[in-house]
């Protein structure tokens, strides 16, 4: 079943990246300290924030699933990204958030958000997340959300804690309905 978008959470919305998304989008791919702990380590420049969002929007087209723009419903400001891809790990769970929206639980939100959509309508059999060792804030979230703990593995030259969700197995927070509590 394909998804409907907006994904709709208490505080935050999810929907397909745009290309006017880039100024707002820039501003979090931009950022070291943001970005210090996604895919290859470091800000990006404008181009390749450009390049992003294409990407996000061809992996949407492609697979019916993607990094989602991250829209906080109060203000209708642009504050990141969360969804899933693709890699080799198997499809993974990501997120990245702006600094000024860190610390109130909204990467739990949207990580639920998306978590709810894989799960849900897009039944997907497991998922995969990757936490770099020295990023406790990423690991906190996906262990909120309930993700276990696989070991240790190394992406992008540095070390990550791996997680994997699997529907039926791993238990999701609040639900009766799991097995395995
Ligand atoms: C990591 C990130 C997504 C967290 O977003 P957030 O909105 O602040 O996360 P939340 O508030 O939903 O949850 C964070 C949890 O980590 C905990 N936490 C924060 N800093 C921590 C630390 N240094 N050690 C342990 N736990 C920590 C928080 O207390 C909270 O847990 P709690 O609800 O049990 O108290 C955000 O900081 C971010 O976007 N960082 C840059 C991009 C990034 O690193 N993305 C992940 C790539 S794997």
Not at 2 to 15: A, K, Q, T, V, W
Request: proline residues 6%; neutral net charge; hydrophobic residues 40%.
């Amino acid at each position: 079943m394909s998804l409907s978008f907006p994904l709709l959470g208490d505080r935050l919305l999810l929907r397909s990246f745009e290309p006017a998304d880039l100024e707002a989008t820039h501003r979090v791919y931009g950022d070291a300290e943001v970005m210090r702990y996604v895919g290859e380590g470091g800000p990006v420049d404008r181009g390749r924030s450009a390049e992003m969002i294409a990407e996000h929007r061809a992996h949407q087209a492609r697979h019916g699933f993607a990094f989602w723009a991250v829209i906080e419903r109060a203000t209708g400001a642009l504050i990141g990204d969360a969804g899933l891809e693709v890699t080799e790990h198997g499809v993974e769970l990501g997120y990245t958030l702006g600094r000024p929206w860190w610390g109130r639980g909204l990467a739990t939100e949207a990580a639920q958000l998306c978590l709810d959509a894989a799960v849900g309508p897009l039944t997907l059999p497991r998922l995969v997340a990757l936490a770099d060792v020295h990023n406790p804030a990423s690991a906190r979230v996906l262990e909120k959300i309930g993700f276990r703990r696989r070991g240790t593995t190394q992406a992008f030259g540095r070390a990550h804690h791996s997680f994997e969700h699997v529907p039926g197995v791993t238990p999701v927070a609040g639900d009766p309905r799991s097995t395995t509590r």
